[in-house]
């Protein structure tokens, strides 16, 4: 059973920074890849940043590339994001996902929803 704790929102002023934790437990590590998807009211969910850990491939939208950085503990089996140079209109509930990757891009997984999701947790950016 896919189990995913999301961890680390909060509410932070522009520029400042945050680090997400996502906790996985109940597959095997190497074989998922883990994203962190944000949303906000009235608009899609979005990928953010992803990971493959079995071979270190890594995935990020445009509007967060040189500000954010995605990492993971294979030991822990724990994936990070940290933010950096926040801005408002980073402001959204972010969740993280994970889907088993075998034999498909970090792109593809990261720019459509994968199949399994945690609960959100609130990342709020003030002006």
């Known amino acids: 059973d896919v189990q995913l704790q999301a961890s680390g929102g909060g509410l932070v002023q522009a520029g400042g920074s945050l680090r997400l934790s996502c906790a996985s437990s109940g597959f095997t590590f190497d074989d998922y890849a883990i994203g962190w998807f944000r949303q906000v009211p009235g608009k899609e969910r979005e990928g953010v940043s992803c990971?493959?850990?079995?071979?270190?491939?890594?995935y990020y939208t445009d509007s967060v590339k040189d500000r954010f950085s995605i990492s993971s503990d294979r030991a822990k089996g724990t994936v990070y994001l940290q933010m950096n140079s926040l801005k408002p209109e980073d402001t959204a509930v972010y969740y993280c996902a994970a889907e088993w990757a075998l034999g498909k891009t970090i792109e593809l997984m990261c720019t459509n929803l994968m199949d399994h999701w945690g609960k959100g947790t609130q990342v709020t950016v003030s002006s």
């Open positions: 990971i493959k850990s079995s071979d270190g491939s890594t």
